[in-house]
């Protein structure tokens, strides 16, 4: 039976919002660059043969969102769970035709956890008596800093648990030792995302870029104190360029809602000419950033790790709810009083090494253990069937509703009207995808004009 590292990768990623359609696909091509055999392919090592797949929902990403997280990787398709479960999910004749060889070698889920744990059941049930199944992997697409036990319970049963860098795979297998699980899957790597050139001052260059997240704070009046502290740094330094980096437009939905967009609340502001919104790749804005300062995003470790200054503020307090609490250690925490005085942080060697952010070489052996592991997994002729810590005898109660949410019964097969016999084409699919479009649009309006009027309301 021919080995599955006889020429590239085949892998499948199924994502469900723009940041972890980034983290999936970077994932793919870190996967097949370490694979073995993949130097002996006839094509480039670093080009997985990729099949991008987006779970229709209320994160959809737009065309728009798609191109700025800068992965150059055929266009995903959407489709609905139950789609990706008989696609992926292929085996059977089609795989004996190609030698015994599965659809994809690998399968990588970069969804929030209740979609992760339906993947896995819907998977172990297409895959049930079949030794011969792709090897899943999943993980995080950034700072794990809330729901820790249940988002790693939920994604236990996949062969490979990505943890973003050694305090994060420290605390991965505790949780999983706590609950009484394997943590075999766990595995040492590193976001795939950093990168970029290492900063370096430039004479008469001199830019702040405040990197914006959807939900922290969730507050209108937090938000709004964090736009007027920005302004009016901007006031106070009007040689220096303020950049507010914005995630989406109002309409788009990233992994989290945004009720009060940055950019909705600096309508009718007096802004001064040297304050600026931007949107675009991450990666790009960094490249002409002096200071990157931010609550708690990712951003963060992407500036720390090209030593780009980097400020998380404390102006709100250093609490969970909005992940500062992260940074603990780091010697980034700071307030705008202090950055308004002209003070520039510095990080913790020790901090940035444990966190898989290190400056220099040392990224790039990051992901040796996630070639060793694929290594043994790839070059096995069977793989033991799917066992997620979550079944019907574990949480009887708590497994079915997340199943159902993704139209899966409790056994992991597809309910009942879970997808239509053919998709339409032609007028049909226009006309289903404009309903569609229109649907999207009510649901986010509800979220960001609708919902807030009524907690407004509420409180009268």
């Known amino acids: 039976m021919p080995s599955r590292t006889d020429s590239r990768l085949r892998i499948a990623v199924l994502a469900d919002s723009d940041t972890r359609w980034k983290w999936g696909a970077l994932t793919a091509r870190r996967l097949a660059e370490q694979a073995p055999g993949a130097e002996s392919a006839a094509t480039d090592p670093a080009a997985p043969e990729l099949d991008g797949f987006l779970l229709r ?9 798609l191109d700025e997280v800068g992965v150059a990787d055929a266009a995903p398709r959407e489709v609905t769970m139950d789609q990706f479960l008989a696609e992926a999910g292929e085996l059977g004749d089609a795989g004996a035709e190609r030698g015994g060889r599965p659809r994809y070698d690998v399968v990588v889920l970069a969804l929030v956890g209740g979609a992760v744990q339906a993947a896995l059941h819907g998977l172990a049930a297409r895959w049930r008596g079949h030794a011969r199944r792709p090897v899943v992997v999943t993980g995080y697409v950034g700072v794990v800093y809330e729901k820790l036990a249940d988002g790693l319970l939920l994604r236990h049963g996949a062969d490979v648990v990505l943890a973003n860098s050694r305090h994060d795979a420290d605390r991965f297998r505790a949780v999983y030792q706590g609950a009484g699980a394997d943590h ?32 922290v704070p969730e507050s209108r009046a937090d938000r709004r104190y964090l736009l007027d502290r920005l302004v009016g740094h901007a006031r106070r330094h009007p040689g220096r360029e303020v950049v ?47 200071l990157l300062v931010t609550v708690s995003s990712t951003a ?19 609490r969970e709810v909005l992940g500062n609490h992260h940074f603990l250690g780091s010697g980034c925490l700071t307030s705008w009083d202090r950055l308004d005085a ?37 070059s096995k002729e069977s793989l033991p069937p799917i066992a997620p810590y979550y079944t019907a005898t574990t949480a009887p109660r708590y497994l079915p509703a997340v199943l159902a949410r993704h139209h899966l019964a409790p056994d992991g097969t597809p309910l009942p009207g879970a997808a ?26 509800g979220v960001q004009r609708v919902a807030p009027v009524i907690r407004r309301m509420g409180e009268l």
């Open 57 to 65: 929902g209320r994160a959809t990403p737009t065309p728009r969102q």
């Open 184 to 215: 075999g899957a766990v595995t040492e790597a590193a976001l795939p995302f950093l990168g970029g050139a290492p900063y370096h001052p430039r004479a008469g260059r001199d830019t702040v870029v405040f990197a914006a997240q959807p939900s």
């Open 244 to 290: 507010l980096k914005l995630r989406s437009k109002p309409g788009e939905h990233t992994t989290h809602l945004e009720e009060h967009p940055f950019q909705k609340l600096a309508r009718g502001m007096d802004l001064p000419p040297n304050f600026s919104l931007a949107y675009g790749n991450m990666g790009e804005i960094l490249d002409r950033a002096d």
């Open 300 to 318: 963060a470790l992407e500036a720390l790790h090209r030593s780009v200054p980097t400020a998380v503020l404390t102006d709100l307090g250093v």
């Open 342 to 378: 002209g003070h520039r942080p510095t990080p913790d060697p020790a901090w940035l090494a444990a966190q898989g952010v290190a400056p220099g070489d040392a990224y790039h052996h990051a992901f040796d253990h996630v070639r060793e592991r694929m290594s043994e997994l790839l």
């Open 420 to 445: 239509p016999a053919a998709e339409p084409t032609g007028v049909r699919r226009v006309i289903r995808d404009a309903v569609r479009d229109a649907a999207r649009g009510a649901y986010r309006h």
